[in-house]
C-alpha cells in the first residue's frame, strides 16, 4: 500500500508543515533580507527553523554558497555570529535556475515546467527529510509572479495554506503594492502574520522637494488603519535604514523584526505540546458543533463521528489538525474542478464586488443569461428554456410543476401523476420524494404526505452487457395502463446515483423515450448527479442520443462551490404552459443567484476550455485498474466503472463509521452507503491519488474494515 504520508502536510511523526511564506509586494522590496533576519531572530529565540527558498533564479546550482545573487548565501550571512545547529544548514533551495528572472521563464530557458502541485511536494519532501522545527519559505518576486502561464507564487501559498509574512516595499507608491498584497492574500483565505515596511534605497524616487519622510510615515498609519478594519491584528514593524549589513547590523533588524517573529512562533506548539493542540482545536469544533449544529441523514443526539475540516486545495481536504485527506467523492459529486479553483474564485469575487445578488423578478442581469445561454449550447437540442433554482432537489420539484403546468394547459387535466423506475433518486423534499425509491427511499415516513406515484422495475439491462428488450416490458405494460393518467416519466439516465448507483444500457433510454411519445407524455431527465462530464459524456443524455422535454441539473453546475440548480425545458413544453396567457408559478426569493450563476459560467468555461473527457478517461481506466483486484474479495457483489465513477458493491450493507474512520486514517476521502463503496473523485484527481483511493478500498475490504 502507498505510504499514507507521502505528499501530505504530515511528517511521519504526525507533524504537520509549520512555518510562515515570506512574500514581497514587489521584486527587490528587501524579502530576502527580511527572511534573513527573521531568521537569525528565530534561531537566537531557539527555534530550530530554516529559510527555505523553493525557487531560485539567477544563480547556477553550483553557485548557491557564492553567487551575490543566491539568497541563501544572504542567509547564510544572517547567521554570523549565531551558535550554528547541528545538521540544520541555515538554509535550502529547492530549484535552482541561471536566468535572472520570473521562475516560469528561468525554468523554460532551461527545458522544464515549475507548477504548483510538484513544488508543494519538493516542499513537502523536505520538510520529512530535515529536522527543522518550522520553515521560513521565501516566494521569488511578488505574489503574481508566474511559475507557468497558469499559475503564480499566491496559487502555491494557497495551497500550502501556511500565514504569510509581507514584505512591502516603503517607497513613493508603495502603498498601493502592499494594499493590494493584503488583499490578495486574505481573499485566497490566507492568514497574515506580519508586515514589514522596507525603506527603498531611493525612497524619494525622483520627487525633489518632498517631504518624503513625511509621507512615508503616513503609508505605516494608513496601513495600521486598513489592517484595523480588516480584523488583522498583526505586527507592523517599519524597518529603518541599515548602513552595513555586518554582524552588527544583522542584529539591528533581527531586534526590529522581533515582535513579528514572536506572534510567527506563537503557532508553533512547544514540544510535548505538538499534536494534543492541534488536537484540541479540532475537538473544540466539533464539540461546539454537537451543541449547535444538525447534520445529514443524521441523529441530533446520538451523535455520528465528524471530522473538523480547516481548508481545501485542488484535490484534497485538509483537517483541522493538519492531516490532508485525498478527495474521492467531490462533495458529493459536485467539486469536478476540484477545490478552490483560480478561475471559479476570480468569478466569484469579481462578481461580489458587482453585485452579488438581485431579486429576479422583473430583473435581469448578465451572469444569469451568459450562463443560461452557454447550457442551452451543451444540453441535447430543443432544449430552449432555462428555469434556475436552489438546489437539485427543488430544480426537481420544477420539472414536476412544469410537467403538470403544461397537461394542464392543454387541458389532460387527469394527467397528475408520475411514472419513475424503482431505486431512483430525486432528492429530498416532498415532490421529489414522492419519486425516490419506494423502498429505500423515505416513503415509510412521509407516507401520509407523500402524493402516490407509479413505479416501473428498475432499467435492469447492465451499461456493459447486449440489451435485452425485455427490460421495458413494465413500462410498457404500466403505460399501457395507466398512460392518461401520466403527466412525465423521470429517471436519472445511464447512472441511478444514490438509489444503489447503477449502470444500464442507453437503449433503455431510447426504448423508453418512443414509449413516451406513444403515451404522449412528457420525458424528464434528472441529469443533477450525471450531468457536466461525469459519465464521460457532458450529460448522460448524450449516450443515448435522446432528447427529454425536461431536465434537471445541479451539483456540478457551478463546479460544486455554491448552490445552483438549473430545471430547462423544450420549447414546446415553454409554449405549452405559456399559451392563452399561462404563466410557470414557482419564483425562489435567491433564483439565479447573481454569485452562484458567475461561477457556474467560470465552472462551464473550464469545462469548455480543459481537458474533461481526456481528464474522466484517465480516471476512467485508474478505475478499472485500482478497483480489479476487489472484484474477488470475499464479500464483493459486483465491481463497475463507468467515467469518473466507480463503484465495489457488497453483499451486505458495510459499516459506513467504521469504514470511514480506516479511510481517513489511510489519509483518504469516502463516504461509503449501504452496499456500496464508491467514488466520485474530482477530474484533476492525479493517478497516484487515484491508486491512494482504491488501494483504500482494497486495504479496508481485506482488512474487514467494513463489517467492525
Ligand atoms: N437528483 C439526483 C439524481 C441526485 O443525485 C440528487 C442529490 N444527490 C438530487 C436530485 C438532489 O439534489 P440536492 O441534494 O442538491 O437537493
Given at each position: 500500500m502507498t505510504n499514507s504520508t507521502e505528499h501530505s502536510s504530515l511528517r511521519p511523526d504526525g507533524k504537520p508543515l509549520l512555518g510562515v511564506f515570506v512574500a514581497g509586494?514587489?521584486?527587490?522590496?528587501?524579502k530576502t533580507v527580511c527572511t534573513g533576519a527573521l531568521l537569525r531572530e528565530l534561531r537566537q529565540a531557539g527555534f530550530a527553523v530554516q529559510a527555505v527558498k523553493p525557487v531560485q533564479t539567477g544563480v547556477l546550482a553550483a553557485e548557491i554558497a557564492s553567487s551575490p545573487l543566491s539568497d541563501a548565501r544572504v542567509y547564510g550571512k544572517a547567521l554570523e555570529g549565531v551558535e550554528s545547529l547541528v545538521g540544520l544548514p541555515a538554509a535550502a533551495v529547492l530549484h535552482c535556475f541561471g536566468?535572472?528572472?520570473?521562475p516560469h521563464l528561468a525554468a523554460a530557458k532551461e527545458g522544464k515546467r515549475l507548477d504548483c502541485q510538484n513544488l508543494r511536494k519538493d516542499i513537502l519532501a523536505h520538510w520529512n527529510v530535515v529536522s527543522a522545527k518550522a520553515f521560513l519559505l521565501e516566494g521569488a518576486g511578488?505574489?503574481?509572479?508566474?511559475?507557468n502561464e497558469d499559475e503564480d507564487m499566491l496559487d502555491l501559498m494557497s495551497m500550502l495554506g501556511l500565514p504569510v509574512f509581507l514584505v512591502g516595499g516603503n517607497y513613493l507608491g508603495g502603498l498601493n503594492h502592499i494594499l493590494l498584497s493584503v488583499e490578495a492574500i486574505l481573499h485566497r483565505g490566507l492568514s497574515l502574520a506580519g508586515i514589514a515596511l522596507v525603506p527603498a534605497s531611493d525612497p524619494a524616487m525622483g520627487c525633489p522637494g518632498v517631504d518624503v519622510a513625511g509621507l512615508l510615515t503616513d503609508n505605516a498609519h494608513i496601513l495600521q488603519k486598513k489592517l484595523e478594519r480588516l480584523g488583522c491584528a498583526i505586527p507592523l514593524v517599519e524597518i529603518s535604514r541599515v548602513e552595513k549589513l555586518d554582524q552588527a547590523g544583522w542584529e539591528k533588524l533581527a531586534c526590529q523584526l522581533r515582535p513579528a517573529a514572536k506572534r510567527i512562533a506563537s503557532n508553533w506548539p512547544t514540544a510535548g505540546q505538538e499534536s494534543s493542540e492541534q488536537l484540541s482545536e479540532e475537538e473544540s469544533l466539533v464539540q461546539r458543533d454537537r451543541s449547535s449544529v444538525w447534520h445529514p441523514y443524521a441523529s441530533a443526539t446520538n451523535f455520528p463521528p465528524l471530522n473538523a475540516v480547516k481548508r481545501t486545495f485542488s484535490n484534497r481536504i485538509v483537517l483541522a489538525d493538519g492531516k490532508e485527506l485525498v478527495d474521492g467523492m467531490s462533495s458529493w459529486w459536485a467539486a469536478i474542478h476540484g477545490y478552490n479553483h483560480p478561475r471559479l474564485l476570480d468569478a466569484l469575487h469579481a462578481q461580489a464586488g458587482r453585485m452579488p445578488h438581485v431579486m429576479f423578478g422583473g430583473l435581469t442581469h448578465e451572469p444569469a443569461v451568459a450562463l443560461a445561454e452557454k447550457l442551452l449550447d451543451i444540453v441535447p437540442e430543443g432544449l430552449e428554456r432555462v428555469f434556475f433554482a436552489d438546489s437539485g432537489s427543488v430544480a426537481v420539484e420544477v420539472a414536476l410543476k412544469m410537467a403538470l403546468q403544461y397537461q394542464q394547459s392543454r387541458g389532460e387535466t387527469q394527467r397528475t401523476r408520475f411514472l419513475t423506475p424503482r431505486r431512483g433518486y430525486h432528492g429530498d423534499t416532498i415532490g421529489a420524494m414522492s419519486v425516490?425509491?419506494?423502498?429505500?427511499?423515505?416513503h415509510s415516513l412521509f407516507s401520509a404526505m407523500l402524493p402516490e406515484q407509479l413505479f416501473m422495475e428498475r432499467?435492469?439491462?447492465?451499461?456493459?452487457q447486449p440489451f435485452d428488450p425485455a427490460c421495458l416490458n413494465d413500462a410498457r405494460q404500466i403505460l399501457a395502463m395507466h398512460g392518461k393518467e401520466i403527466a412525465a416519466v423521470i429517471l436519472e439516465p445511464i447512472v441511478q446515483g444514490a438509489g444503489g448507483m447503477w449502470f444500464y444500457h442507453p437503449e433503455y433510454l431510447r426504448g423508453l423515450a418512443q414509449l413516451c411519445r406513444e403515451a404522449d407524455t412528457l420525458l424528464i431527465f434528472d441529469e443533477i448527479a450525471t450531468g457536466f462530464g461525469r459519465t464521460g459524456k457532458m450529460f448522460a443524455a448524450e449516450w443515448a442520443d435522446v432528447r427529454p422535454d425536461i431536465l434537471c441539473c445541479g451539483k456540478a453546475l457551478t463546479g460544486g462551490m455554491l448552490t445552483l440548480s438549473a430545471t430547462i425545458c423544450s420549447g414546446h413544453v415553454a409554449s405549452g404552459i405559456c399559451q392563452d396567457g399561462g404563466v410557470f408559478m414557482h419564483g425562489p426569493t435567491f433564483m439565479a443567484n447573481a454569485l452562484a450563476c458567475a461561477v457556474a459560467r467560470a465552472s462551464l468555461d473550464v469545462l469548455a476550455s480543459g481537458d474533461w473527457q481526456q481528464q474522466v478517461n484517465s480516471l476512467e481506466s485508474a478505475l478499472r485498474e485500482g478497483l480489479a483486484p476487489c472484484q474477488n474479495l470475499p464479500g464483493v457483489a459486483d465491481v463497475r466503472v463507468l467515467g469518473a465513477i466507480g463503484v465495489v458493491e457488497m453483499l451486505e450493507p458495510v459499516n459506513t463509521h467504521s469504514l470511514q474512520k480506516f479511510f481517513v486514517k489511510q489519509g483518504v476521502w469516502l463516504r461509503p452507503f449501504n452496499r456500496l463503496i464508491y467514488l466520485m473523485p474530482p477530474y484533476v484527481t492525479p493517478k497516484e491519488d487515484m491508486l491512494r483511493l482504491c488501494t483504500a478500498i482494497e486495504g479496508a475490504l481485506r482488512q474487514g474494515a467494513h463489517l467492525s
Open positions: 509586494s514587489g521584486t527587490d522590496v528587501g536566468l535572472p528572472a520570473s511578488g505574489l503574481h509572479v508566474p511559475l425516490c425509491d419506494p423502498v429505500t427511499g423515505m432499467p435492469s439491462c447492465r451499461f456493459d
